[in-house]
């Protein structure tokens, strides 16, 4: 017997299949650049400066 799949199951899966796919074509694209040279020089950290000990403001989404 086949059991049928509701909706939800099916957009869970197609937004994990997406998920999945798009961070593997994202990661081809960053090597691709990395090794034909097309990066704007070397990669640093960033620094942040807090003045008085503050915890740096977070905005609410």
Not at 18 to 39: D, N
Not at 43 to 55: D, I
């Amino acid at each position: 017997m086949v059991q049928r799949v509701g909706p939800e199951r099916v957009s869970w899966l197609l937004r994990a299949l997406h998920y999945l796919v798009q961070g593997h074509l994202v990661g081809l694209i960053g090597s691709a650049r990395y090794l034909l040279g097309l990066e704007r020089g070397r990669r640093h950290r960033a620094k942040v400066e807090l003045s008085g000990g503050a915890a740096p403001e977070i905005p609410e989404t």
